[in-house]
């Protein structure tokens, strides 16, 4: 896949379907809406970002903007800017 | 239907508190809606005339003037706390797990060396819902800024678990039942 942040967008989502164990309520999240607002538990966030350190293979840093993690599409921005994309690690 | 935890005992001032099952198929939507249904039940018993709590752009709950509150969820219950006359409330019901990983990501060193076991007594569970109902409390009362709530400080003392952040304090109230973790925040 030639667009890293699409790639790292379609690998979070993967994560997420691991994480709600199916992608019925992973389908109907955008790429950019509130995954707050969108009904993602702090539960699931706080397992996603653990996922996505073993999938991509970087740690949060402890100053990482709120923003950051708001959306699916920021989380992949984030990745991009790591250059985590296509790190051992993923699938 | 989830079994209702009890509330935690000695919380102060003494906080309105109703339940409503989550409908299947337990989505979002369908949370959503029992949170709305606790949140009316809570307001009504606790003497307010409006009933409805409408969202605020940010998707957090507005409360009446004079009777602040809090909405929590799991995908099987719902839960309104409404604590009338407070500054600002915070709940949250956790029955999801909290592997040692998220623990470790939502809890400083300190924190799980002095309120984990063996030292201390409360469960990753609870901390977590601990750090989300303080921020509840916190950001529904004009904290400046947003942040992210595990960056919240726990701390225990004289027998009450405290959060901060940036100088603000909250108490803090737990109680676990029937795989449940409840945690209920009041700032006076």
């Not at chain 1, 653990?50 to 599409?73: K, N, S, Y």
């Not at chain 2, 009933?51 to 940010?58: A, I, L």
């Amino acid at each position: 896949m030639s667009d890293p942040r699409a790639e790292a967008r379609l690998r979070i989502r993967a994560l997420l379907v691991d994480i709600f164990g199916g992608d019925r309520f992973v389908s109907g999240v955008p790429d950019t809406a509130s995954l707050r607002e969108a009904g993602v538990p702090s539960t699931a966030l706080v397992s996603l970002l653990v996922a996505m350190e073993d999938a991509f293979g970087f740690e949060w840093d402890d100053e990482v903007r709120p923003e950051v993690l708001r959306t699916i599409d920021s989380l992949a921005g984030h990745v991009v800017e790591t250059g985590a994309v296509g790190t051992a690690g993923g699938r | 239907m989830a079994a209702e935890p009890r509330p935690p005992a000695g919380v102060a001032p003494e906080p309105v508190i109703e339940w409503h099952p989550v409908p299947w198929p337990h989505g979002p939507a369908q949370q959503s809606a029992a949170g709305r249904h606790a949140a009316a039940a809570a307001l009504s018993s606790a003497g307010s005339a409006e009933r409805t709590v409408p969202r605020d752009p940010h998707g957090r709950p507005c409360f009446p003037r004079g009777f602040p509150g809090s909405i929590s969820h799991t995908a099987h219950l719902a839960v309104a706390v409404v604590v009338p006359g407070a500054e600002a409330v915070g709940a949250d019901i956790e029955s999801a797990a909290v592997t040692a990983r998220m623990a470790a990501f939502v809890l400083g060193e300190r924190e799980r060396r002095t309120l984990l076991p063996p030292a201390g007594e409360y469960s990753p569970r609870e901390l977590f819902a601990a750090k989300e109902a303080a921020y509840k409390a916190m950001n529904g009362a004009g904290t400046p800024g947003e942040f992210l709530f595990w960056r919240i400080g726990l701390s225990r003392s004289g027998g009450t678990l405290t959060a901060s952040y940036r100088g603000v304090r909250v108490p803090l109230w737990i109680h676990s039942e029937a795989g449940h973790a409840f945690a209920v925040a009041i700032r006076r």
